[in-house]
């Protein structure tokens, strides 16, 4: 039996991954984008769109929603995302001012 090279996958996944990576490097780079964010924006993203699952193989990649609506969808996931984030908000990124005196631990 030959081995071959085939996977279901949902084709909005992809188009969600790479728009939501460009997204967040440029219009929407003062946005969290560490791995928790990111993954809940891909999954309200995708949640928007009509899944659109395919065959993957070697040929034809050209599946999936409109790159209009993947955008809009992963924009809506971002702002949302970001009024509400799944974790204590921080700006990770910038000076903390108590950086020094950090340790968490409550006495
Ligand atoms: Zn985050």
Redesign the pocket.
Same mark, same amino acid.
């Given at each position: 039996m030959d081995t071959v090279d085939v996977n279901v996958t949902n084709a909005n996944l992809e188009r969600v991954l790479s728009v939501m990576d460009k997204f967040l490097a440029e219009r929407y780079n003062e @946005?969290? *984008? =560490? %791995?928790? =964010?990111?993954c809940?924006i891909a999954a309200i993203a995708l949640n928007y769109l009509p899944p659109h699952y395919i065959v993957e193989s070697a040929t034809g990649r050209e599946y999936g929603s409109p790159w209009v609506m993947v955008e809009t969808a992963v924009t809506e996931a971002i702002d949302r995302?970001m009024e509400n %984030?799944?974790?204590p908000q @921080?700006k *990770?990124s910038f000076v903390q001012p108590d950086a020094d005196r950090s340790s968490p631990i409550m006495s």
């Open positions: @946005s969290c *984008a =560490c %791995p928790r =964010c990111r809940d995302v %984030p799944n974790h @921080s *990770a």
